[in-house]
């Protein structure tokens, strides 16, 4: 029988650090200082809305937010969370007192990444982008986001596909989530409008 119940909340840590370097510590601060309704900046920093709409373009909502914290919109996010939304961003773990004393606590609770998706979601987006992104597609998405490493500029991006330019990167990587947000929608993996 357990003695605790600890609670797990995965929140979206680059807004939330530019948001405390800008003096705001509440979704009602960067709603007085953007504009933004203070329901959307909570899903924006609970990682369960996406900051793109379906054509690849910024949501309205991400540029005022990005513009009131002087950043750029792409600062804010996470690169895997501008196209995947979270269903759920916590979880609540029941720990002894034995467990949560003991200096190894909290490897006991499950991992960001554990909370954030499963194997079978990992490998549902695989799936999909090799069903319904071109070699070129998916090689962008894969550079751009890092997921076979480390996560590569525009311009290192376009010179590893052949010498286009960041613009043309920006473009490709604009279509690439697009086709694969709808693939998402139509197989109902965690992505909203």
Known sequence: MSDYVVKVTVRNGPMLRIMRANGMETAADLW??????????????????????????????ALKIADALRVL??????????WEVLKTNSKEVEMTFEQLSSPDAFN???????????KDHKHAILKLMDERLNPRE?????MRFGMTGNPMKLDDVGHAVGGVSRERVRQMEAKAIRKLRNALKEHEIGVEA
């Open 108 to 118: 006991y609770l499950p991992t960001p990444e554990e909370i954030i998706s499963s």
């Open 138 to 142: 998916k090689a962008v998405l894969e």
């Open 32 to 61: 007085r200082a953007s504009g933004v309704d203070k329901n959307t900046i909570g899903k924006y920093l609970a990682l369960k809305r996406s900051p793109l709409k379906t054509n690849g373009e910024w949501k309205g909502s």
């Open 73 to 82: 919109p792409e600062d804010l996010f996470p690169r895997r969370h501008l």
